[in-house]
């Protein structure tokens, strides 16, 4: 079986039963999610796109304060998407979904020929194997004007060594790895009056801004 078929079998194994409960047990370890999501500035009928969407509990929530957003939805898992599909429907929000891996992203996985004016990233970079593959093929697929948007966790480190500890042998139950090499790539290049926030105990960070600031950048 190809590697990128393993992958998705693998998130269908671990989101096949948790999807039932994600949304409820999620909310009280991914943190900054609605900052993140509630800050986006979003021009009239912006086309914004959420990779790694899972049950499209952000799409819902950004729809609810733009209406007249697109939306669009790419995650690995068929399963997510099935349970993303019935939180759209019983929200009556419409958005477009496909199940495809994110470092394929573009367009014309959506039937589009524009690109997307923001890509938000909530938590799954830190579960895409060639997360820097994913976040290039994000850049490209954004206009040049639009927005590139990631809440994720940090490196941990605030939290002292127990605490970082414990916290990564529970997310490695779930096939979570915290990009360290990512955080410390934009604290290179970003502050907080440039959009990048960490929580307290760095454990996440938040960052919104420009596709230009990231054309020339190497993840």
Excluded at 62 to 69: K, L, N, W
Excluded at 187 to 201: H, N, S
């Amino acid at each position: 079986m190809p590697v990128g078929d393993s992958h998705a079998a693998l998130m269908d194994r671990v989101y096949r039963r948790q999807r039932h409960i994600y949304d409820f047990t999620r909310k009280y370890y991914l943190f900054g999610r609605d900052r993140l999501v509630d800050g986006l500035a979003l021009k009239p009928g912006a086309r914004v796109l959420e990779v790694g969407c899972g049950t499209a509990r952000n799409l819902v929530r950004i729809a609810r304060r733009h209406p007249d957003a697109r939306l669009f939805g790419l995650d690995a898992s068929s399963q997510m998407l099935i349970t993303a599909e019935r939180v759209l429907s019983g929200a009556a929000v419409r958005a477009k979904l496909v199940q495809a891996y994110a470092e394929h992203l573009s367009p014309s996985l959506f039937d589009e020929p524009d690109l997307f004016d923001v890509i938000l990233f909530s938590y799954s970079l830190s579960m895409i194997p060639d997360w820097r593959a994913a976040l290039r093929a994000a850049i490209r697929a954004l206009a040049p004007d639009g927005s590139l948007n990631i809440v994720d966790f940090g490196d941990l480190k605030g939290l002292g060594p127990l605490g970082e500890s414990l916290l990564r042998g529970w997310l490695s139950l779930f096939h979570v790895a915290p990009r360290e090499e990512l955080l410390s790539a934009l604290e290179g290049q970003f502050g907080a009056r440039e959009g990048l926030v960490l929580l307290p105990g760095r454990y996440a960070f938040v960052l919104s801004c420009e596709a230009a600031r990231l054309q020339n950048k190497s993840f």
